[in-house]
């Protein structure tokens, strides 16, 4: 009991020290004043003094030479006088009219604190000696009609700064806006510092030349127009414009930190960048990305240093704009090439919308571009360093020689010209013109390029190296006329159709590692073309035919010519290795070998053309239509299997040679694994064909797993279309 009164006692005690030293501490001291009523501050009636135990008349009004000074509810007018103040509250209001000054003194503490209504009529609030005014949290700080600020001080608004008229901030006078509005039918002028650290800005604001705007808060910035001919720094703070807003960037745009522009309103705001302003973005220790929502016209130069500048507009783009190493410049809505300066700097752009380009543009080799939306324009484009395409091209693009393309998926509506290297995979690309390869295609596994008549003018001309890599699951398959050129190469392990007229006047080559495969299938091959088949060497030095299938092509009767060559007649080819043609319809014409070695076996018949390196014996040839596949009853290899056609509209056939009879598992997944059709056939030993109906599928590509008694699998791919 004796502890608890012990513990009450000092906690009263606490309590009473505290209520005491407050009201010390706020208590009046002898020669403050405040208000007695409304009236004109230099009526003494107006006013009351602390004489040290009450407040009495005063017999003076009071100046900076008195201590505190405090207006309450009640109006106070300040006219055809200059005064000097400090230490001034105002809880109720106080007029500024006709030749009036209030000169604010620089003491202790903040020298005016506004909580009411501070008006200047006609008057003038001049800061001496780094005064400092406080608009609080309840104030309202109206420069009405002809109202002025001079001096050197400190204006700092929490609440409501009104501006009916065309007001200046000279450049002595730093003006923080910590929250609140300054809002009016004026506007305002900052000759010095201002910043913004939150609330809104609801009337046109200029930054003078040598003036700085800093915009620094996590909290929400709400501008209207915007006219910099200074320099503004923008650091961390989302900034909304209204309706309409345009902010005009004649100086400098210091960008550091994570901050947003977004729009407000129907009408969408922009920035303009005019021919003397510079905005560059830069990276800090935490903040690194930045989002524009605005449109963008840049006329002068926009720098990206090491970090990410990302638009959601519109960016026209009439000057520079460089992006920097190990910077990221992206853009959602339109960017429009237009007829300035072209792209520079070693950095990554990307295009997640539309890029317009009405010049002759060349991206320059360090550069990483990477477009997954829509190329057009009246321009041309030249891509000189590496590059990613996922969309639409409706101007004529080039690849240069020192260009690489991570990935191609792009639907081509002008020229195409690929100097450099294009690695393709996974999707269709529609041509409408004329693709020109004088460089390298790479298709690696498990991908496929397809190319899709967009029009009767595609037509696909190859000059360089087309290669596929990863078996008969890798497949280029052209669906309009192709020409292979003197100086063209089909080469690799994997599957090339060509589902049009096919011209070969260069080489197709297989067998670059063991166990490779090249299939040729279910293509009209030209009347009148020569068809070169080479063998070239593995990557252990060693030249070997490793299965090439040149089969059910020429589809009709055919006169040209097919040739089957050793690349390099001092290698030796494996034995064991062959090389099979077969075709349904008749072939009449040539068939020759070129530097044929002399372990070479070459059987030719009506439909089919077997070379086999090694003896002739142990293998069947058949003329049998439906059976037209020729096997190696001792390995047991099963040599083909396919589906077509591929892609599809409505149902596929997978086409494929069991060694014997068996059972097989056929199951229809779709790329994230979900099983959307099993079936179970009986095979026959030599070639067989199951009918599937996939009309109802959605577009997309979707995978067959293929799996026989012995539990050997297949794994084949096709495309809903």
Known sequence: MKSLLSKNSITIFLLLFFIVNGNLLNAQAKGDYRTKKSGL????????????????????????????????????????????????TINGSLYLKQNAALNIKNGSGTDVVNNGYLKLISGTLNFDSSADILNDITGTL??????????????????????????????????????????????????????EKGGDVKLPLTIEKGAVLT????????????????????????????????????????IYGTGNFYNSGKVAAILNNSTTGKIEKFANVKYTNTYIATNINNYGSIIVHASNFE??????????????????????????????????????????????????????????????????GNGSLCVQGKAN?????????????????????????????????????????????????????IINYPDYATFGKGANSAKFINNGLIKVTGGFFCTFFVDFPFTNSSTGILEGIGTFRFGNTFINEGSIIAGLKYQGQLGIFNNPFNDSSTTNIGIGKNKNG?????????????????????NLYQINNNEVIDTGDYIIVQNYSTFSGTFSTVNKPDNWSVVYTKYNIQVHVGPVSGFTL?????????????????????????????????????????????????????????????????LNKVDIDVHSYLPGNYIINMISDDKQKRILKFIKQ
């Open 215 to 254: 915009m620094n808060n996590e909290e929400p910035i709400n501008m209207s127009d915007i006219t910099n001919n200074g320099t503004v720094n923008w650091d961390t703070s989302d900034v909304t414009f209204y309706s309409g807003v345009v902010f005009s960037n004649n100086g400098q745009l210091n």
């Open 542 to 562: 060693k030249t070997r035919a490793d299965n090439i299938f040149v089969y059910n092509n020429f589809n009709t009767q055919v006169a040209g010519t097919l």
């Open 311 to 376: 638009t959601g507009g519109d960016f026209h783009n009439w000057h520079i704009l460089t992006i920097e190493e190990s910077s990221y410049f992206e853009t959602d809505g339109t960017f429009y090439a237009e007829s300035g300066e072209k792209l520079s700097g070693s950095g990554n752009f990307t295009s997640y919308g539309t890029i317009n380009i009405d010049y002759d543009d060349t991206l320059s080799r360090h550069m990483y571009f990477d477009c997954e939306g829509t190329l057009q």
């Open 389 to 441: 395409f996922f969309g639409i091209c409706k101007i004529p693009l080039t690849i240069a020689s020192s260009s690489t393309i991570g990935d191609f998926y792009e639907d081509l509506f002008k020229p195409f010209i690929n100097n450099g290297t294009v690695k393709m995979g996974g999707d269709v690309c529609h041509v409408y013109d004329e693709c020109i390869n004088n460089g390298t295609i």
């Open 142 to 195: 109206n420069f009405e009609t002809a109202g002025n600020l001079t001096g050197n001080g400190i204006l700092i608004n929490k609440d409501s700064l009104i501006i009916p008229v065309n007001i200046e901030f000279p450049a002595g006078v730093t003006f923080n806006q910590v929250a609140g509005i300054t809002n009016g039918k004026g506007s305002l002028s900052i000759k010095g510092i201002m910043n």
């Open 622 to 686: 058949t003329k049998n239509k439906e059976d037209a596949l020729i096997k190696d009853q001792d390995s047991k290899t099963e040599l083909f299997y396919s589906v077509f056609p591929n892609p599809t509209q409505s149902k596929i056939i997978i086409q494929f040679n069991s060694a014997k009879s068996s059972n097989y598992n056929i199951q229809i997944s779709d790329v994230g694994g979900n099983i959307l059709q099993t079936k179970t056939v009986t095979a026959t030993a030599g």
């Open 41 to 88: 501050w230099t009526d003494t009636s107006s006013w009351e003094t602390y004489n040290g135990s009450s407040w009495a008349s005063a017999t003076k009004f009071p100046t900076a030479a008195d201590k505190k000074i405090i207006i309450l509810a009640d109006t106070i007018t300040l006219q055809d006088t200059t005064l000097e103040i400090d230490q001034l």
